[in-house]
């Protein structure tokens, strides 16, 4: 079992709702992630947090909307997504080291939300 | 922009074949993370390298880390129908905590 839990961990929507992803970690890792990833491929970097705050946006569309109330959850709110945005979302987390050694944390992984948007 | 190339794309055995995955770059890394993800699952870490020519053994996965730190190999032993899966490689470059993922390395071991 993952030590990252998301919910929920299938999600169907209209174009026009809104709805949130959830992601929760209890490792104490104060950096967290989101993750787009489509059949067959590698994950692509979202947006990151680091100590709570926004560190990374990988110039993601406004449709989407990072948040994180505190250190063990991070959201990821939707509004108005169109169909291509259907992949698999994974949530992440991670020590946040010092200096180099901060490159050398590695990244745990939830097992995703399958979002399909029709 | 670092990339990571990986090689092959797609790799179908027999059980008890041995395989090697590659992950190559022509950029630098502070270290470099391999992964295996199952189908409806998210990547599960299999092992950080970090110093160049390191080589890690997990069971019967021998992973290397190349001297000049851009590229890194992962090798099975002996494959079983359970190392089916998708391999990533992902590498951590020294300005943070930002992965870069390669192609990632379809493997199917039939029994």
């Known amino acids: 079992d993952t030590e990252v839990t998301q919910t929920p961990k299938h999600l169907v929507m209209g174009m026009t709702n809104k709805k949130s992803l959830k992601c929760e970690q209890h490792?104490?890792?104060?950096?967290m992630y989101w993750y787009k990833q489509k059949a067959k491929k590698p994950p692509e970097l979202m947006f990151v947090?680091?100590?709570?705050?926004?560190?990374i946006n990988e110039s993601v569309p406004s449709r989407f909307s990072p948040e994180c109330p505190n250190s063990s959850l991070l959201n990821l709110h939707l509004h108005a997504l169109q169909p291509e945005d259907s992949a698999l979302y994974l949530c992440?987390?991670?020590?946040?080291?010092?200096?180099?050694?901060?490159?050398?944390?590695?990244?745990?992984f939830g097992d995703g939300t399958r979002l399909s948007i029709l | 922009t670092q990339l990571l190339e990986q090689s092959p794309q797609f790799l179908s055995i027999q059980e008890g074949e041995n395989l090697t995955v590659y992950c190559n770059s022509s950029s630098v890394f502070s270290s470099l993370q391999w992964y295996r993800q199952e189908p409806g699952e998210g990547p599960v870490l299999l092992v950080t390298?970090?110093?160049?020519?390191e080589v890690k053994k997990l069971k019967r996965l021998t992973f290397q880390f190349g001297d000049a730190r851009k590229d890194s190999s992962l090798h099975i032993t002996a494959a079983q129908p359970g190392d089916t899966g998708l391999y990533l490689c992902?590498?951590?470059?020294?300005?943070?905590?930002?992965?870069?993922f390669g192609g990632g390395t379809r493997v199917l071991v039939k029994p």
């Open positions: 490792m104490g890792h104060r950096a």
């Open positions: 992440a987390s991670s020590q946040e080291g010092q200096g180099a050694g901060r490159s050398n944390q590695p990244q745990h």
């Open positions: 992902a590498g951590a470059g020294a300005a943070g905590n930002k992965l870069t």
């Open positions: 947090y680091s100590y709570e705050k926004l560190s």
């Open positions: 390298v970090v110093t160049g020519g």
